[in-house]
């Protein structure tokens, strides 16, 4: 079973998604939710969030231990199904040169206790051919 964006808890049809991640850490607090039902990252997200995650200066809420790490996943045109890990800004001004429409999807995942959710969707509009066709 590969990694996919289905598996980004606070994903589809939320709109906030600070919103959806507060109140799943309140009824965790208050022991309406397990911790394991909210602990399951996906190993691969785990691995990511080792070894290229963005550390943050954010505590993970669940198990107060550590800080939770940023994965960056992009998906969008030519891009694979799963969503394209991206690690380097670089990576993200490429696609901006294109003239596609992508969607960066922002992780916060903890890699001692697995919890995971989703903090934020970003479009990313890329912009190289339509700048061409304004100049013209
Ligand atoms: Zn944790």
Partial sequence: MSFSVDMLRGGAGVVDHQLSRRAL????????????????????????????????????????????????YVFGHGLPKNGKCVTDRRDIMKLQRTSHEYAAYVVEACPQCRWHHLLRVLPIVGRGRRRAAQEG
Avoid: F, Q
Wanted: aromatic residues 0%; charged residues 30%.
């Fill in 25 to 72: 850490i309140n009824e965790v607090k208050r022991g309406r939710i397990s911790k394991d039902s909210v602990c399951d990252a996906h190993p691969e997200l785990i691995r990511a969030a080792r070894n290229i995650g963005e550390p943050s200066k954010t505590l993970c809420p669940i198990c107060e231990e550590v800080n939770v790490a940023l994965v960056t």
